[in-house]
């Protein structure tokens, strides 16, 4: 059975003067999913989530939201609440009154307002520091704080614009780990926006891939990473080679490639590169074309048949590890 669709784009489109910033896309977002827009600087993703959050106005098309269209909502009337990246906490309130701001807007009394902020901050674990400043707290703690003060309007779709690009590569893990948590723990929608491919594949159920304003693929994460559809995909994602051969262009793993004497493989390439990485060895090879092919050895195979800088080795694989991209 497929769960219901929470959040349907429709031909969504931005522009800003002549700039097409958000290409006609259309995608359905299943309810309780954690998906992630992927794609490099300027495809167009921040420009879809502020669309969706009601920040920025649509140029075209619709979005609608559990059978509501929202497309024209206030962003407070959608159903949805948007963490940004800078976070953007008043400086002059408390933890627990930057938390509670939203409720007050809303002319919530302050008891309620207290006991639903005590409740976020239990949930991300910040209880202890209600009384404190944005100031007085660490980048990472100033994060939960901006998640305690989205989620207390109950979203049914949270949206996270690079909700970790501020944070130090440590942080930046366990943050990650926290996110993933949560949502589980909420069971609702997070629409996360990064253009990093680890962090998408490490917490997407669902990855949006985007590319010059309009989705280039979506699918599961292992869908994506096993069968990239275009060309941009499989480099973008990375871990993958682009080969384009007589029967055309294909996109292969680098682990799916395996290293053979020279001509007792598909193809022949000059080693152009060597690199020890712990458990493996990353060897790159000149094949026919100008092109570059990259292997993944594992430690122990390279160690009984060690390879050289320019020495010409055999480069094979497997057909079912082979995928027709377009270009
Ligand atoms: P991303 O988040 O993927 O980096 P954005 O949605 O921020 O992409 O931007 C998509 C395109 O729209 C870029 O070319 C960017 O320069 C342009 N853009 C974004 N915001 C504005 C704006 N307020 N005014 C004009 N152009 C904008
Ligand atoms: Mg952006």
């Not at 639903?116 to 703690?141: F, H, I, T």
């Not at 793993?253 to 990485?277: F, K, L």
Request: hydrophobic share 45%; with cysteine.
């Amino acid at each position: 059975m497929t769960a219901p669709l929470d959040l349907e784009l429709i031909s969504l489109t931005k522009r800003y003067g002549d700039a097409l910033a958000v290409d006609a896309i259309s995608h359905g977002f299943k309810s309780g999913v954690y998906a992630c827009l992927l794609g490099p600087s300027g495809c167009g993703k921040s420009s879809t989530l502020r669309m969706i959050a009601g920040h920025e106005g649509v140029s075209d098309g619709a979005i609608v939201l559990d059978g509501r269209e929202v497309t024209h909502l206030p962003p407070a009337k959608r159903g949805t609440a948007m963490m940004f990246q800078n976070y953007a906490l008043f400086p002059h309130l408390s933890v627990r009154d930057n938390v509670a701001f939203s409720l007050r807007m809303a002319g919530i009394d302050r008891a309620t307002r207290h006991k639903r902020a005590n409740e976020m901050l239990e949930l991300v674990e910040m209880s202890a520091m209600a009384e404190r400043k944005p100031d007085q707290l660490s980048g990472g703690q100033q994060q939960r704080v901006a998640l305690a003060r989205a989620l207390i309007t109950r979203p049914q779709v949270l949206l996270l614009d690079e909700p970790l690009s501020a944070l130090d590569p440590f942080l930046r893990i366990r943050m990650r780990s926290e996110l993933k948590r949560l949502q589980r723990e909420l069971g609702i929608t997070f629409i996360h926006v990064t253009h990093g491919q680890d962090e998408a594949l490490a917490l997407a159920d669902e990855i949006i891939v985007m590319n010059n304003a309009k989705i280039e693929q979506a699918g599961s994460a292992r869908d994506i990473f096993n069968k990239p559809k275009t060309a941009f995909v499989a480099r973008f994602l990375g871990g993958h080679n682009v080969l384009k051969l007589p029967q055309g262009q294909i996109a292969l793993r680098n682990d799916a490639i395996q290293v053979t004497a020279q001509g007792a493989g598909r193809m022949d390439g000059r080693v152009i590169g060597v690199e020890y990485q712990g458990a493996h060895v990353t060897l790159t090879a000149l094949v026919a074309g100008d092109q570059e092919a990259t292997a993944l050895v594992p430690d122990h195979q390279f160690i009984e048949t060690p390879k050289d800088l320019g020495e010409v080795i055999g480069l094979t694989w497997d057909d079912q590890n082979a995928h027709l991209v377009s270009a």
